[in-house]
């Protein structure tokens, strides 16, 4: 009888433990759906401080939580250049920060400084005029890996379905390379999807600021 309630205990266990990590990836987005829409963008011109980052996409949390600790107030943000589905990890590129400041709004000195201080590179995007966005919920650390499996193809399967002229289904393409590694960009066909990560989301929306850090 003994051994039946210990085995009766540990199925229990084993069943919560199944259920417990099953609503984990659910909470994480796993039922999530990935909105994508285009038309005006979301963000204007920008102001950001970054560093550039060559490898698989997911080893970028450090640089993530490094910028958010100089400034939590400030929203991250990502600019992936390679679709990780078509390019090798470890030749996959992309450039993490902060948001110093957006539109007609001066970034903070003190910021820049600060930013410097700690090895960023400081760049400003010129305001697109159409874009491709998607939202994807970001809950957990998790999040972030899902959205890395979801976010691109859904892009690239919105893309196909609805071809506008002058918008091609590639990620952010370099004009050229600036000292450090950041890319040059162009006009809106130069520039044609970024992904753009904030604390209250993994995609465009997300990119606008909650504060200013000055």
Not at 99 to 113: T, Y
Not at 136 to 143: A, C, D, I, K, M
Request: hydrophobic content about 40%.
């Amino acid at each position: 009888m003994s051994d039946l309630l210990l085995l009766g205990l540990i199925g229990g266990l084993t069943l919560l433990l199944l259920l417990t990590l099953l609503a984990f990836v659910g909470y994480s987005g796993l039922l999530a759906g990935v909105a994508v829409s285009a038309g005006s963008p979301p963000i204007r011109n920008i102001t950001v401080a970054y560093k550039f980052h060559v490898g698989p996409y997911g080893d970028t949390g450090p640089l993530f939580t490094e910028s958010c600790s100089i400034s939590p107030k400030l929203h991250s943000i990502a600019v992936y250049y390679d679709n990780p589905h078509m390019v090798a990890p470890e030749k996959c590129r992309c450039a993490v920060g902060s948001i110093l400041s957006e539109g007609e709004e001066s970034p903070c000195p003190e910021l820049i400084h600060l930013y410097q201080k700690f090895g960023f590179k400081i760049f400003s995007f010129p305001a697109p005029s159409h874009v491709v966005t998607a939202t994807f919920p970001y809950t957990t650390t998790l999040s972030i890996w899902l959205a890395i499996q979801r976010v691109h193809p859904a892009l690239d399967t919105y893309i196909k379905v609805r071809h506008r002229p002058g918008m091609c289904g590639g990620l952010a393409r370099p004009l050229g390379w600036e000292p450090g590694g950041m890319p040059r960009m162009g006009g809106r066909s130069d520039l044609e999807r970024a992904a753009l990560w904030g604390p209250h989301g993994a995609g465009a929306e997300g990119a606008r600021k909650i504060g200013r850090g000055c």
